[in-house]
């Protein structure tokens, strides 16, 4: 009798150690959801504020990959430390990234991969010196997006005009 109460016990203890992995097993479950939804969330799912904050990006969040999603979630939560300019600008670069096409994004960034590759390389900061070196109407111009100045401008502004430009003037 005493061997029937031991397996009896045994089994028990055995059941109750299965129960007990299958719920820890249920929460780990659970865990690894809740923290792949918050660091995935959908756009309802977002907080009233960080939807403010992103909403040039609504209409496409849902379709954003992992990674891309947490650096927007990383601008959001930085944006209320921002000066109003910096949020000025935030919101103007997420309404032109938004309205880029997918060919024009991987263009984006493959831009900035070559610039962040050449950072640091004698050929950037030779760019960087002569953009600097350029008068501020036409850092204006280039920031604009409006072509480079003509070989006659950049001679106009050096001082040295071609004589027959001079007669011409």
């Known amino acids: ?19 007990l ?18 660091a995935d969330p959908r756009w ?31 601008v959001a939560q930085r944006y209320p430390t921002m000066t109003p300019i910096g949020q000025k600008r935030v919101q103007t670069r997420m309404k032109k990234w938004a309205a880029l096409t997918p060919q024009q994004r991987e263009e984006a960034r493959t831009k900035y991969k070559n610039m962040k590759r050449k950072s640091g390389s004698t050929a950037l900061k030779s760019e960087w010196q002569r ?26 502004r050096q001082g040295s005009v071609p004589a027959a430009e001079a007669f011409s003037q």
């Open 44 to 74: 309802d799912s977002l907080p009233p504020a960080q939807q403010q904050i992103l909403t040039p990006l609504a209409g496409e969040w849902d379709r954003l990959d992992p990674a891309s999603r947490k650096r927007w979630l990383g």
């Open 131 to 156: 953009y600097q070196a350029l008068p501020a109407k036409e850092r204006e111009a280039l920031a604009a997006g409006e072509r480079k100045p003509t070989a006659a401008a950049k001679r106009k």
């Open 21 to 38: 992995l299958g719920l820890a097993a249920a929460l780990a479950l659970q865990t690894a959801f809740a923290q792949r939804t918050a």
């Open 1 to 19: 009798m005493a061997e029937k109460a031991q397996s009896a016990l045994g089994g028990g203890w055995r059941a109750l150690g299965r129960g």
